[in-house]
């Protein structure tokens, strides 16, 4: 069974850019939440998607935002970038979200503002 | 705002150590999840807790939820240097089904 893909892995953009991350879960997975990971804050939830829909979301601005599609695949956007936004994003995929179910992540994509 | 408080933040001991990482909190969770992550991967779970007082075991290490669902910990036996990486706690509250995460705890096994 495939795991989780993030694409890409590795991305680098200037301020004021807006840029598109793209996670596919593992086949049959419903839900998918996505993480944004930095060595000062730890890792932290953005939102979740199940079937479409956002089921959960974090503190994070306006300029996160995101989609999940019929296929479950899903993508994260951000615009407007700060340099604050640099950081390893991470997305997880689960039969039933964060309702207890195990995640499974993918390796990332490691955003650098410059 | 809910916080897991997770400790120690960094460890580091030589290979054959034992060492304990906890997680505290105030809220209580319905489950409480441990993942470890190496560098350049995402984190991989490594047990799940769900009932008050349960203790499970994978190898050598040992994880322990609180009787009252709002702590855990996490027990290595003779740590050895693949037991090197970022391990992390999570919790699903009871009240609304987020998941919070703690910190993490950097651990360096040295050979």
């Known amino acids: 069974k495939a795991g989780v893909t993030q694409t890409p892995r590795y991305l680098i953009k200037t301020r004021g850019q807006q840029v598109t991350l793209s996670c596919s879960p593992i086949s049959g997975h419903r839900s998918v939440s996505w993480y944004q990971q930095t060595p000062g804050q730890g890792l932290q939830f953005l939102f979740e998607?199940?079937?479409?829909?956002?089921?959960n979301k974090g503190n994070f601005p306006g300029r996160f935002s995101g989609r999940q599609f019929s296929n479950s695949r899903s993508e994260m956007n951000v615009s407007t970038l700060e340099l604050g936004d640099s950081a390893l994003y991470l997305c997880a995929s689960s039969l039933e979200g964060l309702r207890g179910s195990p995640l499974h992540f993918g390796n990332g994509t490691r955003l650098t503002v410059t | 705002t809910q916080l897991l408080e997770q400790s120690p933040q960094f460890l580091s001991i030589q290979e054959g150590e034992n060492l304990t990482v906890y997680c505290n909190s105030s809220s209580v969770f319905s489950s409480l999840q441990w993942y470890r992550q190496e560098p350049g991967e995402g984190p991989v779970l490594l047990v799940t807790v769900v009932t008050g007082g349960e203790v499970k075991k994978l190898k050598r290490l040992t994880f322990q939820f609180g009787d009252a669902r709002k702590d855990s910990s996490l027990h290595i036996t003779a740590a050895q240097p693949g037991d090197t990486g970022l391990y992390l706690c999570a919790g699903v509250t009871d009240s609304n089904y987020q998941l919070i995460w703690g910190a993490g705890t950097k651990l360096i096994i040295k050979p």
């Open positions: 998607y199940f079937s479409e829909t956002q089921r």
